[in-house]
């Protein structure tokens, strides 16, 4: 229990880290980079960049600087995205937003305690006492909505109009 108790606090210090990290690797790209200066002169003559022009040097150098540029801030927002992702349900960002995805296998109504595996790999468990009787679907569609207060979500079958209030587990 106290491992649950201190989990919210462990990530969002993760994503503390990430963001710093993210931020001191974007402002490292933005420095510029000379590619003569990276590689040894040996590396260098033997990739052939000694026959090139200083003009075509200077280009190609632009190029890579670009190129790291951008990949380092395409890195940070798709790093940021993910843990983001992994732990939805456990941690609440200024951004909850609905999402959707299929219970894995069969379902068959809702009943308190129930776990329900996610085709995103997420396990949540009712945790009302919710009910929907009669019902038996295979993967359903399901969309998933973040309740008001604490780390309790709202989960709906596709068709139906009961909710069950579900935590994440996994």
Known sequence: MMFLQRTPLRASLALALLLACGGAFAQAAGEQHAIEQQMSPDQFKAAGLDKLSPQEL?????????????????????????????????????SDENFEAHIVGEFRGFAQGTSYTLDNGQVWRQIDGASLEGVRKTNPAVKMSPGILGDTWWLRIEGYNTRAQVKRVK
């Open 58 to 94: 200077a280009n190609l150098n632009a190029w890579l600087n670009r190129t790291v540029q951008a990949e380092t801030a395409k890195a940070k927002v798709d790093a940021k995205e993910n843990f983001e992702n992994e732990n939805r349900g456990f941690i609440h960002f200024s």
